[in-house]
């Protein structure tokens, strides 16, 4: 075999890999959709209602930490009324002329969905208000002086944006939305039943207790939910009996280093130079991601969320910083009088 390996598997060929396992476990219909019971009732309403009315529904914002079902929802959306689904994303769109030839190719009641969209550029945003409002969007011709808009009227659609930031969307894009989805992490009873779910989809028998073990370590996320259990189900088949049972859950998560609170390397690896570089804190977003060789966003969107909500990290006006339960958790001795400084 050729040393640069041509069996080997390329970071993007690994993530196009990870990208099809993903979508063989999206549930297509609402009714498959596992909890986030309010969301899913808000949305059922607005879409049933647009049936009944033989109209395309409201705009949909889906807001949300990474992995909860938001692109999967986009397209339940889509298949639920019956149109068609057109994919973007906020940073596929540099240029304005790039959403009007988009907008302008939409068909009427397709579902338009636009990942990411607190990353749009600002022209863009502009222009998708008012397309979203009034169904129009201005086509500029010619260059200059001697440029002109030209309003082309569209037919009526629907836009799902998904945003893990919904603080960054500007006022003005947010009104637009008919109504927005608030995407919470997931009770441990609902990933079980993911879990459950997804198992019998991949063929492989789930054991209750292991489905239990897997589910609360998955940090109230199903896309980590199914992709631990793709692991577990490696290690039953090379190693184990071949059943995804509490032996070969307990196995597979210690080989992919997922702690028993769910932490994995990225949450550790941000808690410890936390303690062990900032002395605990407060510092900044910027230096944690910085001294760990990882983009803030990625700290900001990942990690953050599910390290605040498991009480191992709290944010002060001044930075990030550990709690009494990261330093336990670590193993590790809070400096004396550390949270103290807190409040100087
Ligand atoms: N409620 C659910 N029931 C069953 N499976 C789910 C559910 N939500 C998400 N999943 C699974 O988790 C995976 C990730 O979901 P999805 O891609 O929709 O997340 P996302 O919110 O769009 O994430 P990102 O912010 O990274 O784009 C999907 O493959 C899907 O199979
Ligand atoms: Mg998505």
Same mark, same amino acid.
């Given at each position: ?17 990870? =990208? ?32 009944? =009315? ?22 339940? !959306?889509?298949?639920? !009324? ?14 304005? &002329? ?32 008012? +397309? ?16 002109? #808009? ?8 629907? !836009?799902?944006? +998904?945003?893990?930031? +919904? ?42 207790? #292991? +489905? ?42 210690? %080989?992919?280093? !997922? ?5 994995? =390397? ?12 900032? &002395? ?8 944690? #991601? ?12 990942? #990690? ?16 990030? %910083? ?23």
């Amino acid at each position: 075999m050729a040393e640069d390996g041509g069996a080997a598997v390329t970071a993007a060929e690994a993530d196009e890999i990870e =990208r099809a396992a993903e979508a063989a476990l999206r549930p297509r219909r609402l009714a498959e959709f596992v909890g986030q019971r309010v969301v899913r009732d808000q949305l059922s309403l607005v879409l049933e209602a647009a049936v009944a =009315r033989h109209r395309p529904p409201d705009h949909v914002l889906l807001a949300g930490p990474p992995g909860l079902g938001k692109t999967t929802l986009a397209m339940i !959306v889509a298949s639920e !009324v019956g149109a068609a689904l057109r994919l973007t994303s906020g940073p596929a769109i540099t240029h304005a &002329g790039d959403l009007a030839a988009i907008l302008s190719a939409l068909q009427e009641n397709d579902v338009l969905f636009i990942d990411e969209i607190h990353r749009l550029a600002r022209p863009a945003e502009e222009m998708l208000y008012l +397309a979203m409002e009034d169904f129009r969007v201005d086509v500029v011709v010619g260059k200059g002086a001697g440029a002109t #808009a030209i309003p082309l009227s569209l037919p009526p659609f629907t !836009v799902v944006g +998904a945003t893990t930031r +919904a603080g960054l969307l500007p006022a003005p894009l947010r009104d637009r939305f008919g109504f927005t989805g608030h995407m919470d992490f997931y009770e441990t009873g609902d990933l079980e039943r993911v879990l459950h779910r997804s198992a019998r989809l991949l063929g492989i028998e789930l054991d209750a207790e #292991a +489905a239990h073990e897997i589910a609360s370590r998955s940090r109230g996320t199903p896309r980590i939910a199914n992709r631990l259990l793709r692991r577990v189900q490696d290690w039953a088949q090379v190693r184990g009996t071949g059943v995804a049972d509490t032996a070969a859950a307990a196995a597979a998560l210690e %080989v992919f280093e !997922v702690d028993p609170r769910g932490l994995d =390397r990225l949450d550790r690896a941000v808690l410890r130079s936390l303690c062990t570089r900032f &002395g605990g804190g407060p510092v900044g977003l910027t230096s944690i #991601a910085m001294a760990i060789g990882e983009e803030p966003e990625t700290v900001e969107t990942v #990690a953050e969320p599910f390290l605040l909500r498991e009480g191992f990290l709290t944010r002060t006006p001044r930075g990030r %910083v550990a709690t009494a339960a990261a330093w336990a958790h670590l193993g590790l001795t809070a400096p004396e009088g550390g949270p103290s400084r807190l409040f100087d």
